[in-house]
Every structure is written in C-alpha cells, then in structure tokens.
C-alpha cells in the first residue's frame, strides 16, 4: 500500500543467526542452533568441511583448536586440521567447554544431524560451504546431503535454502550441479564485476564495512539465474544501530552473532 505521505517505510531487513547464536551458546552445535529457533530466529548460517574419512561436519576453522578439547585430548597432532581427523575422533570431542561449562559434552555436529535438526517448516539455512578447495567434489556432497535429507524437496528449496562461499569456483559447481539452489557469493566485488557474478549466485553476501547506497543499489539492479533480484547480506553485525543503518542503505540480510539484538533494533524502527 502507499505511504501517507512523510511515512517512512518499514525496514524489510531480516537477522541470519550466524554459526547459531554464538553469544549464548558455541558455535556451529547444535545447541546454537536450539538457539536460534527458540529466540524465533528464521534463518540460521553454519559452515562445513569434512573429516579424514570423508564425512561433512559442521566446523568454521580449519583446525580444531580453537572450539574443541582437540588439544587435550590428542596433544601430538598439531595444527589439529579439520581434514587430518576422522569422523569418530572428531566425535569424541568436546565442542562446548571452551565456552561454558554449562555446554560440556556438545559434540561437533554431522551436516547429517545438523540438517535433521534444523526445522523444514520453521527455519531457513544458509550453508556456508567453507574451503571448499581444500575438500575436492564437496559440491556433489552437499547435494547428496541435502536431498537426502529432503532440504531439496521443490517447496523448500525455493525459499528456505541458500549456499554461500568465499570461493566463486566452487559456487559455479555448485550451481551446475543444482540450478534451483539459490547460492551466495561472499565479497564485495566492483560494480563493473558483478554481472559476471549475476550468472550463477542469486546473493552478494559482503562484509559489512564494504557496504554503500551505491553499491547495494548495483547489486540490486541484476537478476540472478532464477531470474530474480539479486540480495545483500552483510557480515557480521551485532550491533543494533549498525543494523539499522545497514537496512537504511538498503541491505536484506544482517548476519549477526546477536541475530535477536539485531532483530529487536529493526523491529523498532
Ligand atoms: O556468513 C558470513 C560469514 O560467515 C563469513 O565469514 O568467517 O564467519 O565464515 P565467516
Ligand atoms: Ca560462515
């Protein structure tokens, strides 16, 4: 409907919780995408790789370290490579200590659990896939995994699944493989380079500082291969009044770490 006039409009930005909601509970488990869901979050961002043994795990660093007693638990194995580890190691691991003893015994999630945790009718996922030159054919994976587990079912894959990478080969893969999945370029290329891009991803997902009017107004003006606009969401964002005046430049997506902070800022305005 039409503004009266001096209305300003509704923001239409929406929150992406990212690797879960990691302010309240670590990240890339299960229990931050519980999270997410309980704060009434729709749309969830995690990120995959895969084990020695050829499974997909969700994981954001390439090295264990950091968000698992790796180091503990197998001290002679440094860096602690994601790709050095089986499955079953990987298993053992505690993925929630290091961020609070109230998550001890959160384990690294498969894609496969992870897929089944999060809900078809509730939830949308932007899968990152994180990378992926290191994991050669993860592209036919993710596909395997998420048909399997029904994500690439006509009703929800045109609204409730994106994947995104840094890697603009394999989103190429990807989108040859699966041209009804809407896929996410991470960067902020130049104007002039992204109707290259308009060819095989439906969303320019930046980091936030990178974002102008202009450039937002660029990405906007191209159709993606589904041949709808193209989309914008910015990286990472907790802050409320960020939030704000990212929507104001006309961004679609904040991917936060405080998805409900965030949320509750837009909601405001
Ligand atoms: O979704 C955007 C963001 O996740 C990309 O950066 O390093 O957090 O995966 P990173
Ligand atoms: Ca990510």
């Known amino acids: 409907a039409a ?10 930005t929406y929150a992406i919780a990212h690797r879960g909601v990691p302010v309240e509970a670590p990240e890339n488990t299960l229990a931050s995408i519980d999270r997410a869901a309980a704060l009434g979050i729709e749309w969830v961002e995690n990120d995959v790789q895969r084990t020695k043994d050829g499974a997909l795990i969700i994981m954001h660093d390439t090295s264990l370290a950091r968000t698992t007693d790796v180091e503990q638990r197998y001290p002679r194995r440094a860096p602690w490579k994601v790709a050095d580890f089986t499955l079953a190691e990987i298993q053992k691991l505690d993925a929630g200590s290091w961020f609070d003893r109230r998550f001890k015994g959160e384990r690294v999630p498969t894609l496969r659990s992870y897929l089944r945790r999060v809900d078809h009718n509730q939830q949308k996922l932007l899968l990152e896939a994180k990378e992926p030159g290191l994991y050669p054919g993860i592209e036919e994976q993710l596909v395997t995994e998420l048909r399997r587990a029904g ?18 080969k394999s989103l190429k893969a990807f989108h040859r493989l699966r041209p009804d999945v809407r896929t996410g370029f991470l960067g902020a290329p130049k104007a002039a380079d992204l109707p290259s891009y308009a060819k095989f991803v439906d969303q320019i997902n930046p ?9 937002v107004r660029a990405v906007h003006a191209l159709k993606g291969p589904q ?4 989309t914008v969401s910015a990286w990472t964002v907790d802050d409320g009044r960020r939030a704000v005046a990212l929507a104001r430049l006309g961004v ?18």
């Open 3 to 12: 503004q009266p006039a001096g209305a300003v409009a509704p923001l239409n």
């Open 151 to 168: 994500w690439l079912d006509r009703r929800h894959v045109a609204r409730r699944l994106v994947v995104q990478s840094f890697d603009a």
């Open 207 to 215: 980091n936030h500082k990178s974002v102008t009017a202009d450039w």
């Open 252 to 269: 679609d997506g904040i991917i936060s770490n405080a998805p409900h902070v965030v949320e509750e800022a837009l909601d405001e305005e």
């Open 227 to 230: 041949g709808k606009r193209l």
